[in-house]
């Protein structure tokens, strides 16, 4: 057992046009960190929150990083105080995994500071714990890439059955989010509730295709396939621009454009960092023009995913 | 120009499960062949049909492997008389790319004989004309693996995006066709308009998975990844003995089972010819029980495809 232990989880992108509910990808930068100290004081405190954060609850058991570690704690029959301090890299409500990436660090970061060597698909169960706090329907498509890195296709759910994807190292990531709201529960309102069979056809060869690009490590390919029939014609609507800044992605060299998550930010993938700073700052344009505030992400895909940045131990 | 030219066409699996109508592999054996002779009287005829025929039409513009050689002949703006042999090694309407079969025998041995050294997209287009006897719809996911070999992947339809995926060489095939009927234009109308989006998400993430498992060489990812949630609850029931045959091939050891394009055939994938050869004894014993003629094949996934197996040359 460690007296501290601070994890990093970095923002992810789930939905990624044509794998709704099944695939997503982690980007190095923005993320959360959380910082985990045990205490004398018996049981699971948030004592701070700190960073881009609307007001988030200070009860561990509805807040996203408290209640992974109340789980683990329940799981492993440990009963020892511990101290939650969160640093919000992620706006809430932004799209991009802001509610996993707590959960993730969380789940991380107590792992190591119970020395618990749990594996990934026990810190990923710990995790959902915390998504459940933000979602009544559980997903794991932002919670594993942004365990594990990369992208990752969730290919059933009962059980969780998740498959990393081996990336293509010059893949980068643009994400540009207006300040605008909605909610996950909202958004998946609209959704439909059937899909007829020729766009099912379309979405399953895209899956499939994006698949094989990024095996392939055919960017051409992957490009071809990020395209979505399902959520974007109903979700495009709630984001201002959405027609203009995804003409803007295409023009300034993006390989394919789409709403990240539930929205409302979008992302554009390109080959190189080059291109996607230039398609972030087209889509910027955009907004400006549109006197819409947002920020601006130009990130890698994360090889790497949560990762511990720094722990102490007891004195001897 | 050659004054003959012979080429084989193998069987194919089309929707593999979880691809309806963007998946596809070819099998080795059965196959077609078919026989282009150049021809002094003017205009294409069909001079012979043997095999495994019901009768087919003799008017070549009827006839499956009759159209593609017309069209390339109007393509290419090329006058002269050709005859065509035809020998069936598929049944037809077996539900394993019979049609198909003869159409990209009948294309590739006709760009032999011609010398017109066609790239596969303009062979696949004429293989098409002959395809579209068959089926009103014209669908690709058997005419592309029969042409290519291996495993294709259909990503999108306008334009046509064919996607050769890599497939593992000791992946192995067991066919089995109930002697029964089964018109691909029927069996299409008894699929569902349309799909709830929790049968979509399945089905994505089973294309998706399949796909990495076939490039990974991953076959317990391949099994996980055969579920058909759309075609085969449909169509199940108009094979005799199917709940039977599939709970029989994987109990001898099959990765996974499903019907063969529009049936009535299934296939079912495994990792070694002892397992494939296995599994279609369980599978024959299942329909000899119910007194149902059948006819069986055991074979390697083609990795070759279509081929010309003879050619002969102008005397000098």
Redesign the interface.
């Known amino acids: 057992m460690r007296t501290e232990s601070i994890a990093y989880a970095p923002a992810s992108v789930s939905n990624v046009a044509?794998?709704?509910?099944?695939?997503g990808f982690a980007l190095e930068r923005p993320g959360d960190t959380v910082t985990l100290r045990l205490s004398d004081r018996p049981g699971v405190r948030i004592t701070k929150i700190t960073g881009n954060s609307s007001p988030l609850p200070m009860n561990p058991a509805e807040n996203t990083a408290g209640a992974p570690v109340i789980a683990m704690l329940e799981r492993l029959g440990i009963n020892v105080g511990i101290e939650i301090e969160i640093h919000k890299g992620l706006a809430l409500g932004s799209g991009i995994g802001s509610s996993a990436a707590s959960a993730v660090a969380a789940a991380v970061a107590c792992n190591a500071l119970l020395g618990a060597e749990l594996p990934n698909d026990q810190l990923l169960s710990c995790a959902i714990e915390g998504e459940r706090i933000a979602s009544d329907a559980v997903h794991v498509d932002n919670l594993s890439p942004c365990l594990l890195g990369g992208f990752v296709?969730?290919?059933?759910?009962s059980p969780i059955?998740i498959?990393p994807?081996r990336t293509p190292k010059s893949l980068w990531c643009t994400i540009i989010h207006p300040h605008v709201e909605i909610k996950t529960k909202e958004s998946r309102k609209s959704?439909?509730?059937?899909?007829?069979?020729s766009d099912?056809?379309?979405?399953?060869?895209?899956?499939?295709?994006?698949?094989?690009g990024l095996?392939?490590e055919d960017f051409g390919?992957i490009g071809?396939?990020l395209h979505d029939v399902?959520s974007e014609p109903v979700r495009k609507h709630l984001i201002p621009g959405f027609a203009a800044m995804k003409q803007a992605a295409a023009e300034a060299g993006a390989l394919g454009c789409s709403i990240s998550g539930s929205g409302p930010s979008l992302f554009a993938l390109s080959s190189s960092p080059e291109i996607a700073k230039r398609v972030g700052d087209t889509m910027s344009g955009v907004l400006e023009g549109l006197g819409c505030k947002h920020s601006l992400y130009v990130s890698p895909i994360s090889q790497k995913g949560a990762r511990i940045i720094s722990t102490q131990d007891h004195a001897l």
């Open positions: 044509c794998g709704f509910d099944i695939m296709l969730v290919r059933g759910y059955d498959v994807i959704l439909p509730r059937t899909v007829c069979l099912v056809v379309a979405q399953t060869g895209n899956a499939a295709g994006l698949i094989a095996l392939y390919l071809r396939s399902i």
